[in-house]
């Protein structure tokens, strides 16, 4: 599309070139001084007016492709959590909880913090005091040096609110999820089937920092996608939203396609809901 705008432009400027240079060589008359000077300046005219076009034209393909492009490294970063996600469940024969609590059961790190070896990140996983509170001003001093523009896989590069610790990424917990209260499960305890269960999902301007052990938690949320007065599924990709699914596969959830009730049929482990409608759209 943008070449045939160019090969147009060009088409249309060529007799403009033609009767400028025509009328520098040919036509003889009596020279007036605003008319010379018009004819200097015309050259200048048509470069303007012809690379005027070509950006116009060229500006609605760009944008779209940069979107998409952003949502193709979305999925992939989506595609990495869930291959890290089933290393784990390989090394520890579960997939990660939440969350890890201290001997008061409170929160301390987020399972974003657990998988970071599977992500090729275990230099700074090493150097995490896992004791400690996420936000220990040890832990933020390593991680603000270790990943001072945040963690590359946990930000969609659809976000442009600058927050770049934040993630972009959640789990969905709570009653009847893949993580309760920090539990956590195997894979052969989803009896709703691995690809019918979502275990990740965007989340965009969370105000979530990535080690923050902080999800979205089904209790709280609203089940409209893409809605941003609300904790829900959303992103910054017009109209649809990116999942990752138990069985690591990453599918895409369009507003026109998805509806409360299916949504939350999707978040549950075990719930026994007819899904069939939406699995079969994949």
Known sequence: MSGIGLLFILILGLPIWFFVLLGRTAIKRPEVPWRAHLRKLAPEWCLWLGLSGVVALSLPIVTPGREASRRVS????????????????????????AYTTDKQGRPLHSWRVLVLPYLERGRLYDRLRLDEPWDSEHNREVAEQACPHGVPEYRCPSERDGRVMDTSYVMLVGPGTISDRGSCTRLKEIADGT????????????GIHWMEPRDLNVGEMSWKLNDFDSPAVRSDHPGLANVLLASGAVHTLREEEIDPEGL???TTIAGGEDVKRIVDRW
């Open 74 to 97: 979305c999925v992939n970063n989506l595609k990495q959590i869930g291959l890290a996600l089933h290393n784990y469940q390989q090394a520890y024969g579960c997939l990660p909880p």
């Open 264 to 266: 939350r049929g999707l």
């Open 195 to 206: 690809p019918n269960t979502v275990v990740v999902a965007e989340m965009a301007r969370s």
